[in-house]
């Protein structure tokens, strides 16, 4: 056995101590503490589900067949060729680089801190030269936490994971030629309002030509109709809105824009 293979040995057997390890402190937890799992496993090592994991492996061809269906719901399930290419001894799989049948690149899957998981993930179009999304795993666990999406090659949108679950994105950026416009997030609402989270987004921040912030607006009732508006003129606009393509509730209160008024997430 020569050294990449021993390395690559080493590397797997502690991967799977380290998600054993995490599964049997799941097991042996009380009822009581269900909700607050603690993983005690040193920081190389990493506690994810097991279909996270599973997911992760297969994230290159479920896309590609994902796309494959979208096009064509009858379209023949293609195999795609894997070819890992490997960095250093201590790195034993750093990019993972999937081609489709007529040698066109689908993906580009890389291993940014050397565990033997991948963390950054790049999807191409059928020329398999331009980028069509990027799927990041920013802390291990698994779960794609960023999605970005791209449009020419530039980036059109940006999709924050912050509860766990890959069906929902909790915050969107939108962009236009890589300038922001539009920012989406699902905030919680003030204490009283009938619903304290929306299932869609509920809060919105505009902006201008040159990415200056330009209005607020949030939906406290979940009604998809936004009430409270935070704009330059303190004014509601029907005009405005159309532009930022938003509906408002026919009592919508507005205030204005201070200067202090930022941003409220990164
Ligand atoms: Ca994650
Ligand atoms: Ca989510
Ligand atoms: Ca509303």
């Given at each position: 056995m020569n050294m990449k293979n021993i390395s690559l040995l080493l590397s797997t057997t502690i991967l799977l101590l380290a998600v054993s390890s995490c599964k049997d402190k799941k097991k042996t937890t009380s009822d009581k503490e269900k909700n607050k799992v603690v993983c005690n496993c040193p920081k190389i090592r990493v506690c994810a589900s097991k279909q996270a994991m599973a997911a992760k492996k297969e994230r290159c061809q479920a896309w590609h067949n994902q796309k494959l269906e979208a096009k064509n719901p009858k379209a023949e399930k293609i195999k795609l060729k894997k070819k890992e290419l490997y960095l250093t001894k201590v790195n034993p799989i750093g990019v993972v680089k999937y081609f489709r049948p007529d040698n066109s690149l689908a993906c580009r899957e890389v291993d940014l801190n050397g565990d033997g998981l991948m963390d950054l993930f790049y999807f191409f179009d059928t020329s398999g030269k331009i980028k069509i999304e990027a799927h990041q795993?920013?802390?291990?666990?698994?779960?794609?936490?960023r999605k970005t999406i791209f449009r020419n090659g530039v980036v059109r949108k940006e999709l924050f994971n912050t509860d766990g679950d890959e069906n929902t994105w909790e915050i969107e950026k939108t962009y236009n030629n890589g300038i922001i416009t539009q920012i989406a997030y699902i905030v919680i609402n003030p204490p009283?309002?009938?619903?304290?989270?929306?299932?869609?987004?509920?809060y919105y921040e505009n902006f201008d030509a040159n990415g200056k912030l330009i209005s607020i607006s949030w939906d406290i009732d979940c009604d998809g109709d936004m009430d409270k508006v935070i704009n330059e003129k303190g004014e509601y606009s029907s005009e405005e809105y159309k532009k930022f393509n938003l509906k408002a509730d026919k009592s919508i209160k507005a205030r204005q824009l201070k200067p202090e008024d930022k941003s409220i997430k990164p």
């Open positions: 795993d920013e802390d291990r666990d698994g779960i794609i936490d009283g309002s009938p619903e304290r989270v929306c299932s869609k987004y509920n």
